[in-house]
């Protein structure tokens, strides 16, 4: 899922600077040596990275709004350097060796300068330097270990944080406090753990939308997100259990992350009260746990699941009960031997259009007759029948289901 829009338009800008010089169709501004100034997707940008320059060129386009420095010996931003960009929207200053000292205070100050990259430096605190009006910092790959209390004030305006490969060990109580219209807070691949952020973190920023916090060493998840919170992802974390009625104060989630984790079980009413939940992603977990008919209570509005390459054993009749939206669903890879019809009865999952059942030790015999009848004549399509073979009984053993007939499973 995409973390922030505006910051995947800035990156879609950035790669095209590759093809300038064999796409003569942009509109090119009178530009200085050795940057490349053109127009796309309607921003008017200046290209001046990895050009070996030692100061900020005189004589970049009045009317540029994205501008890149990117990977260049020059030591520092003063004032005055770019204070003849009063369009400027976009500034790239990743890869430049920089830290605290770096940006001048009141250089950036501009009317409309709000996006600030500052990712590939060696920051180890979140800069002061920065204009007040900020929506959005990106400072991935820095060296960032603790954010403090005070970090974000004077940031009231950012909506957008990325902060991903760092080596962020702990957050402070109020960190974001200050920042009161954060809307997507991306802090993948740190060191956070359960002790590294103290309770209620994130309970302020009323504005809250995304969350991204994979691979981490997270065992629980976050208590008390704000109700605003619509995707969260846990991805490559530890987590192994998620309780009963854990994601309540987040009624308005749509996505759920959580594949390749240690997730082990998934407490009856875990998700109880996310009625606008979409997407449930365990994929390649441990799931070992029963799947009753109130694991996944409340979920009427799933569309996708995937439970796929996990150890899940047994399913209850019921346990699909709430899936009146769910159109995927991915269960292949588990340890399932047999089914009751029940369990995929059409009056819990209407909607269901694909079934991935395959690679799961299925006992090919009369118990199991009715699912191998749906490959032919269900309403929904159970894909890669090829791929779907039987454990046992040892006549069919090994055998695939586009091979086998209904009329071979049978019993004793």
Same mark, same amino acid.
């Given at each position: ?5 505006? #910051?995947?338009?800035? @990156? ?23 940057? @490349? ?12 990275? !990895? ?12 009317? /540029? ?29 990743? !890869? ?37 009006? #900020? ?16 970090? &974000? ?35 993948? &691949? ?16 009323? !504005? ?47 996505? &759920? ?5 240690? #997730? ?35 979920? /009427? ?74 490959? !032919? ?31 071979? &499973?049978?019993?004793?």
């Amino acid at each position: 899922m995409a973390f922030c829009y505006r #910051m995947m338009m800035l @990156r879609l800008i950035l790669l095209t600077s590759i093809l300038y010089s064999v796409n003569a169709a942009y509109k090119r501004d009178p530009c200085p040596s050795p940057c @490349r100034c053109y127009e796309f997707l309607g921003v008017q940008s200046a290209y001046c990275n !990895n050009t070996g320059i030692t100061s900020v060129p005189q004589g970049i386009p009045e009317n /540029t709004q994205l501008l890149d420095l990117s990977a260049n010996p020059i030591p520092y931003i003063k004032v005055g350097a770019i204070n003849n960009l009063p369009n400027l929207q976009y500034i790239v200053l990743n !890869n430049m060796g920089y830290h605290e000292d770096s940006i001048e205070f009141g250089s950036l100050e501009l009317p409309n300068l709000t996006d600030i990259d500052l990712a590939l430096n060696a920051y180890t605190t979140i800069p002061k330097s920065l204009p007040k009006k #900020m929506t959005s910092l990106m400072m991935n790959d820095n060296q960032i270990k603790v954010l403090k209390a005070d970090s &974000f004030n004077g940031y009231p305006n950012l909506q957008s944080l990325l902060i991903d490969f760092n080596k962020l060990n702990k957050i402070e109580a109020g960190t974001f406090t200050p920042a009161v219209a954060l809307q997507e807070l991306s802090i993948r &691949f740190n060191k956070l753990t359960d002790d590294s952020i103290p309770r209620g973190l994130l309970s302020k920023n009323l !504005n809250l939308t995304q969350l991204e916090m994979r691979f981490n060493n997270f065992e629980h998840v976050i208590p008390d997100l704000p109700a605003s919170v619509q995707y969260v992802d846990y991805v490559g974390n530890h987590i192994t259990e998620l309780p009963a009625y854990s994601l309540q104060t987040t009624p308005n989630l749509t996505s &759920f992350e959580a594949w390749q984790g240690q #997730m082990t079980t998934l407490q009856d009413n875990a998700f109880y009260g996310l009625h606008k939940l979409t997407l449930l992603d365990f994929m390649q977990n441990k799931i070992s746990s029963v799947l009753t008919k109130d694991t996944f209570n409340g979920l /009427t509005g799933l569309q996708t699941l995937y439970l796929d390459s996990n150890n899940i054993s047994k399913i209850e009749p019921g346990a699909f009960r709430s899936f009146k939206s769910l159109s995927s669903m991915w269960l292949q890879a588990n340890q399932l031997t047999v089914l009751e019809p029940e369990v995929l009865d059409v009056k819990y999952i209407p909607k269901l259009s694909e079934l991935y059942i395959d690679t799961n030790p299925w006992y090919c015999d009369c118990h199991l007759r009715w699912l191998r009848e749906k490959v !032919n004549n269900a309403s929904y399509v159970i894909q890669d029948p090829h791929l779907i073979t039987c454990a046992g009984p040892a006549k069919v053993a090994g055998k695939a289901w586009d091979v086998l007939q209904p009329s071979d &499973f049978v019993c004793p």
